[in-house]
């Protein structure tokens, strides 16, 4: 599901779609956000909200620059 979020898009927007039964939505928001929390701590996507109460906006990872020079170095020294 994050696999194709290169931009900022609202996490609420994403889970709920065209979803109508009141249950539901609470219940899908309520799993999205708790997986949200888990893909960003384990650095899977970025979570953004600009103040209290306003959308929490969700993107896929960017790749940090340590971690890629670290992998970097790593290729090359296989191959030598």
């Known amino acids: 599901?994050?696999?194709k979020l290169d931009n900022w898009q609202p996490l609420g927007e994403m889970a709920l779609g065209n979803m109508r039964e009141k249950e539901k939505r609470r219940t899908t928001m309520a799993s999205m956000f708790s997986a949200a929390l888990e893909f960003a701590r384990d650095g899977r996507?970025?979570?953004q909200q600009s103040s209290n109460f306003?959308?929490?906006l969700v993107r896929r990872?960017?790749?940090k620059a340590a971690t890629q020079a670290a992998a970097s170095s790593d290729?090359?020294?296989?191959?030598?």
């Open 1 to 3: 599901m994050f696999g």
């Open 45 to 47: 996507i970025e979570l």
């Open 54 to 56: 306003e959308p929490l």
């Open 61 to 63: 990872a960017r790749p």
């Open 75 to 80: 290729t090359n020294e296989d191959l030598s």
